[in-house]
């Protein structure tokens, strides 16, 4: 029940990959999307080490490659701080899955999944995004 919440809250990121394509911004629909498989494949049987691994690996590549090719963005600011808020999350889930509170930490989890998909289309809505 638990990774099947973060199975589905992994499709938020159909949001950021629509807005960027529609927005004829292609490159940056190539790593939400890359994303979204590593997280679904991850999710969809959470039990492997490395698609777990992969899927993190991904997210942070992407992660740091939207925040340096954006340091320029006019709502650079307010991405950072949905950015932050991500961390903060993941920070905060680990922290309720250490102490056992599997639920906790799962929904703390998906707000990982909110912030950094809403910060994405922050980037997009501008009009150098």
Known sequence: MVNRYLFYTSFTTLA???SAIVRRKYVFAIGPT?????SLNYYGRPFSE???????YTVCTTA????LTNL????FKAYACLA??????????KWHLKKGNYLEGTLTHSLI?????RANLILL???DG
Do not use: P, W
Request: hydrophobic fraction near 40%; include cysteine.
């Open 125 to 127: 809505e501008s009009k």
């Open 84 to 93: 932050l808020m991500c961390g903060l999350s993941y920070i905060l889930s």
């Open 72 to 75: 320029q963005n006019e709502n």
């Open 64 to 67: 740091a490659y939207q925040t």
């Open 16 to 18: 950021t990959v629509y």
């Open 34 to 38: 890359a994303v979204l498989l590593t």
């Open 50 to 56: 490395f698609r777990r691994k992969l899927d993190m």
């Open 113 to 117: 999944h909110f912030f950094g998909n």
